[in-house]
Every structure is written in C-alpha cells, then in structure tokens.
T-cell receptor
C-alpha cells in the first residue's frame, strides 16, 4: 500500500531561518511521482513541485529546494531564509503512474506540516 | 489562480439534505479529481474522471456520487448529509501529471 508520512506536525521558526520539512513515503511501485503542495491560511492548495521516481536530481527554485533520496524513500523540502509569507501547511504527496495513460493517478497525501514563520 | 473554478465557495445546509458541488477544470484538462479535507481524515481522494468516464474511486461513500459532463465540468453530489460530512471539498484537474486544485467548497452541515 502507498503511504506518505510527514512526522513533523508543526514547526515554528523565526524569519530568515532555514527550515526543512521531512517527507517519507512507501510504495511498491517502481515508477511513481512525488509532489509538494502548499496550503496557505486562505485555504487553497498550491502546487509547488513534481518529481519522477527515476529522476533523483535535486532541484532548487529561488529559496526553495528539494532533496529526493530513493535509497531512504525521502523527499525533503527546504526553505532558505524563511519569510512570514511562507507560513502555511505543506503537504507531501505520492501518486502512481497510470500505465497505458501516461498520467498520474490519485494523490496520496501526508498529514501535512504546519509551518509558522514569526517576524 | 490555478484556473480551476469551484462553486459555491461556502455552503451551509442541514442534516439529511442534498447538495451539489460544481467544478470547472482548467482549459484543456481532461482529468478531474475530487478530494475531501477534514480535520480527522486529512486529504482523502474521492473519485477521478477522465474525459467523462470514471477512472478511479477512493473511499467515497455510497451517499456521494459524481459525474463529468461533455464540456468537462464535473459535479459532486452529496446526499443524506450527516454532521461528519462537514469538510473542505477540493476539485483538481490535470492534463498529464500535475494536479491543480480549485479553492475548495467549504461544506458545513448543521
């Protein structure tokens, strides 16, 4: 069965600190996708990144970076020099690859990590 | 703005009633997904449609049903509502892999 675990329920940091959100996943599939979504206080879910299981290259986008390690089944998310606007709940998610359709399937979400960045 | 539109944004209704949530996917997206977010269950997949056909089903209650119309918009019907159905219901759409979410419909059953 597929499962995503975000062990950190809440994290509180002071502005400009770096923070890493942990994500560990379980799947028997050899091909899958991993995602991070952000849910700000306004409630919408904002797509941040998608990673294919065959691509372990780390990615950096501005202050955001993602570390994918297949050996430890982890897909961690780091925010460098955090800002108050980063305060949100962050979800890690896993999806299967729908064979024959070249598509992702349903998303299995972790329980989310609530990040609070204080000024 | 994700391009996915959900209406209404808020809905308050009584137990036993029936409601319909509507979703317009991003232009060109053939897949529509419905998710439920509640405090105790987190984000749970309900159902997926692809170009009008049901593609996958999650832990969707029998009191709930959905469909995708020829113009690709989708509706989620919730009937015989119970207090425990109060939640944030999200619609998402995708063309290939990345799913983009609407702002959600917050349903409150009183």
């Amino acid at each position: 069965a597929q499962k995503v675990t975000q062990a950190q329920t809440e994290i509180s940091v002071v502005e400009k600190e770096d923070v890493t959100l942990d994500c560990v996943y379980e799947t028997r599939d050899t091909t899958y996708y991993l995602f991070w979504y952000k849910q700000p206080p306004s409630g919408e879910l904002v797509f941040l990144i998608r990673r294919n299981s065959f691509d372990e290259q780390n990615e950096i986008s501005g202050r955001y970076s993602w570390n994918f390690q297949k050996s430890t089944s982890s897909f961690n998310f780091t925010i460098t020099a955090s800002q108050v606007v980063d305060s949100a709940v962050y979800f890690c998610a896993l999806s299967e690859v729908l064979r024959g359709y070249n598509q992702g399937g349903k998303l299995i979400f972790g329980q989310g990590t609530e990040l609070s960045v204080k000024p | 703005d994700s391009g996915v539109t959900q209406t209404p944004k808020h809905l308050i209704t009584a137990t036993g009633q029936r409601v319909t949530l509507r979703c317009s996917p991003r232009s060109g997206d053939l897949s529509v997904y419905w998710y439920q977010q509640s405090l105790d269950q987190g984000l749970q997949f309900l159902i997926q449609y692809y170009n009008g056909e049901e593609r996958a089903k999650g832990n969707i209650l029998e009191r709930f049903s959905a469909q995708q119309f020829p113009d690709l918009h989708s509706e989620l019907n919730l009937s015989s509502l119970e207090l425990g159905d109060s939640a944030l219901y999200f619609c998402a759409s995708s063309v290939v892999v990345e799913a983009f979410f609407g702002q959600g419909t917050r349903l409150t059953v009183v």
